[in-house]
């Protein structure tokens, strides 16, 4: 049935018997009898959830927290290919070398997607409340009922809009402090590669002083880097580095 054509009471009892943890209930005064345990256990593999719209709409609500609080990422109704593409966004934005840099970087996608999500999950509450409290105030001038609907989905649902709002909050802290925590991984790393190829130049400076450059290999010295760029460190370093070289080759 249409929630929209209930009566304000029924609305309510279905509301609260909705947000009413199951945990919660008062047991049945009934004995069961075992083939009617079957059949309930067998109704319970069967069933896939709500099915209309209103009753998506109200399960969705439960899905706030766990999609907002890191339970999981992906919601039901979220684009799988769309997230893909978020993450790789940000893995070709941040270039992480190394497995911290990579957790933090794969943290930063996830905190933005939740993000992302929060005025989508807020339009939800409202059209969900709309719904549910359509038949109210049918007297007044439809700007003024209109006002007043969205002021009684509000109060009716206050708690969970607050609960988007202090996920917000903490998402954002969250993402804050990963972007401050991948920064200083990566400003170190950048640091020491930084020192090493430096290393790495000053022993292939001596290697040309010395007419063994042509046989000098970066990897069997302890160093990955491509021997194109130790070279351009190594003029940088001693801008001449070849001319003497060269003079006495000539010769």
């Known amino acids: 049935m249409d929630l929209a054509v209930l009566p304000l009471p029924r609305l309510i009892e279905r509301r609260r018997a909705f947000y009413e943890p199951v945990l919660f209930q008062e047991p049945t005064t009934h004995m069961s009898s075992a083939a009617q345990i079957n059949a309930n256990r067998a109704n319970a593999q069967l069933s896939t959830g709500p099915t209309s719209d209103t009753g998506k709409a109200k399960s969705s609500l439960n899905a706030v927290k766990t999609g907002l609080t890191g339970r999981t990422v992906l919601l039901p109704g979220d684009d799988a290919a769309a997230y893909e593409a978020h993450v790789a966004a940000f893995f070709e934005r941040h270039q992480p070398a190394t497995d911290e840099e990579r957790n933090l970087v794969q943290s930063l996608a996830d905190t933005e997607w939740r993000l992302l999500r929060i005025p989508s999950l807020e339009m939800g509450i409202y059209a969900v409340g709309r719904i549910e ?90 160093f990955e880097f491509p021997m194109a760029e130790i070279e351009l460190r190594a003029l940088d370093i001693e801008p001449d580095l070849f001319a003497e070289w060269a003079a006495d080759n000539a010769a």
């Open 133 to 222: 409290f359509a038949d109210l105030f049918p007297q007044e001038d439809p700007d003024v009922r209109k006002q007043l609907i969205e002021a009684k989905v509000f109060l009716a649902y206050q708690r969970q809009i607050n609960n988007l709002s202090i996920q917000e909050n903490r998402l954002r802290r969250q993402r804050e402090k990963d972007v401050a925590s991948l920064k200083q991984l990566q400003d170190n790393r950048k640091r020491e590669e930084r020192k090493r190829l430096s290393e790495a130049a000053q022993q292939y400076i001596a290697a040309v002083h010395d007419d063994r450059h042509t046989k000098w290999d970066p990897r069997q010295n302890g």
